[in-house]
């Protein structure tokens, strides 16, 4: 361990990366890492990606800042891309996924403030999700850990089970505003909406004419195989935040919401220094570019199958350390009965970096222009370490 002047919210292993490059992390001593957690689907296209590069380095030699007092190109054309590829039509830029959920819920109450309807402020999120470590995030994920000594109360959020929809229908009161939830949790273990949930998660909103907010900020940005993960379903929210793989590396998260729910937020309503920054948005739209390159959600497809076929093999090979496969498209979960830390630091060890989730998953969010030879290699340092439990 360490012993530097940071504060200790995390503990890192004692490894310090120096560069990347693709799939790889290579440390000062020369050890080479398979990155199968590209810093929790952040770096979304791998290390040092050229095409990323590029962006912003052409943007460092221009001007890096001039706040939102100013039109900003690159935003600009960042909204009018994500909105053209999706259900929304406004897109609001913030510096992480916290602040673009936050976004997101003042929109809900702001929402029905301007309808005249100011009885409705409460939010409805699910159990076992994660929306960010502000006090208003962790507020709406509900997580008895995350709140502990931060405050008392609900602050004006109710939780439900993921997945049960009477549940939720009974929690809605003429007091919410609207829902927010993962379409894959992701920190709660990587869990798809079961079949439908979707659907009725909209159907109820609509009936009972409150919001429904995607947190799409970890399955987005063409994890799962679609630009967004409602593209799943039949249909569209109301509101998306997004981050993570948005800036490839580069802090940016998004909130995007049609032009009925937008039209809430005017000057004065909201605002960041750092939204929507040159930088940020110049790589953000890099981003875009190789998201919607013709044939890579397809690939990402793909390489999910193969994936995961091949991870559906070593549970059968292993089955009194792994028990399950799941998740969705390069979100991919495995449901672990050996400690999933100690799987964690064991693959570490052999130089496959990965994640974990909930309480018994170990979590991969591979680079999602890998390729076959990497999906190879992953599932072999997988196999090695468990074969030499
Ligand atoms: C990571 C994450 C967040 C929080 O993003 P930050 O950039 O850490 O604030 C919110 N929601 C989901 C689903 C996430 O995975």
């Not at 993921?162 to 990587?190: H, K, N, S, W």
Request: charged share 20%; aromatic share 6%; hydrophobic share 40%.
């Amino acid at each position: 361990m360490s012993s530097s002047a940071l504060m200790a919210t995390y503990s890192p292993p004692d490894i310090l990366f120096e560069r990347g490059d693709g799939a790889y992390l290579m440390t000062q001593d020369g050890d080479k890492y398979l990155d199968f957690i590209t810093g929790i689907a952040v770096s979304a296209f791998g290390h040092n990606h050229p095409h990323l590069v590029a962006a912003l380095i052409d943007q460092a030699g221009k001007y890096w800042h001039s706040s939102n007092m100013f039109r900003i190109e690159s935003a600009e054309i960042l909204a009018e891309r994500l909105t053209k590829h999706t259900f929304a039509d406004r897109a609001y830029f913030a510096n992480s996924g916290g602040e673009a959920v936050e976004a997101g819920l003042k929109m809900m109450r702001r929402y029905h403030f301007d309808a005249g309807d100011t009885k409705r402020t409460r939010i409805i999120g699910m159990k076992n999700s994660f929306h960010g470590r502000t006090i208003a995030t962790v507020a709406a994920a509900g997580n008895p850990a995350h709140v502990k000594g931060f405050f008392e109360g609900d602050l004006g959020f109710d939780h439900v089970s993921y997945g049960d929809i009477d549940a939720l229908r009974a929690a809605i009161t003429d007091e919410t505003a609207g829902v927010i939830l993962e379409p894959v949790q992701g920190e709660g273990g990587v869990l798809p909406a079961p079949e439908g949930y979707m659907n009725a998660v909209r159907k109820l909103c609509d009936e009972t004419g409150i919001l429904f907010m995607v947190d799409e900020i970890q399955c987005g940005m063409g994890r799962t195989g679609k630009l967004f993960a409602y593209e799943w379903s039949d249909i569209e929210p109301d509101i998306l935040a997004a981050a993570k793989g948005l800036g490839g590396g580069f802090p940016i998260g998004a909130c995007l919401a049609t032009e009925k729910v937008a039209a809430c937020m005017v000057v004065g309503t909201h605002g960041s220094t750092f939204g929507g920054n040159p930088l940020a948005t110049r790589v953000g739209n890099a981003v875009l570019d190789l998201v919607l390159e013709d044939g890579l959600l397809d690939q990402v497809c793909r390489h999910s199958e193969t994936l995961k076929s091949g991870l559906q093999d070593l549970v059968d090979l292993h089955p009194d350390k792994l028990t399950a496969v799941q998740g969705l498209g390069l979100m991919v979960g495995i449901k672990c009965k050996v400690p999933n830390v100690d799987l964690l630091v064991k693959l570490r060890d052999n130089k496959l970096l990965t994640g974990r989730a909930g309480t018994d998953v170990l979590r991969l969010l591979p680079p999602l222009n890998l390729t076959d030879a990497h999906i190879d290699e992953a599932l072999g340092i997988l196999n090695k370490t468990l074969k030499n439990w």
